[in-house]
C-alpha cells in the first residue's frame, strides 16, 4: 500500500511541475510591449559606456 501511495505522490509532483513549466502562452499586449521597450531604452541611456570608460 505505501508503494501504491508513493509512485501517487510522484506522479502529482511530476504532474504539478509539468503544468508550471508548460504554461499555456498568453495573448500578447503591445502596451505591455511598448512600456517594456521604453525601459529598456532608458535604461541603456543611463548605463551606456563612454569610450573613456573602456
Do not use: S
Not at 511541475?17 to 532608458?42: G, I, T, V
Amino acid at each position: 500500500m505505501a508503494v501504491i501511495g508513493i509512485i501517487v505522490f510522484c506522479g502529482v509532483v511530476v504532474g504539478a511541475a509539468a503544468l508550471l513549466l508548460n504554461r499555456p502562452e498568453r495573448p500578447k499586449d503591445p502596451r505591455e510591449d511598448q512600456e517594456q521597450m521604453e525601459y529598456l531604452e532608458a535604461w541603456k541611456k543611463k548605463h551606456e559606456r563612454t569610450d573613456k570608460e573602456k
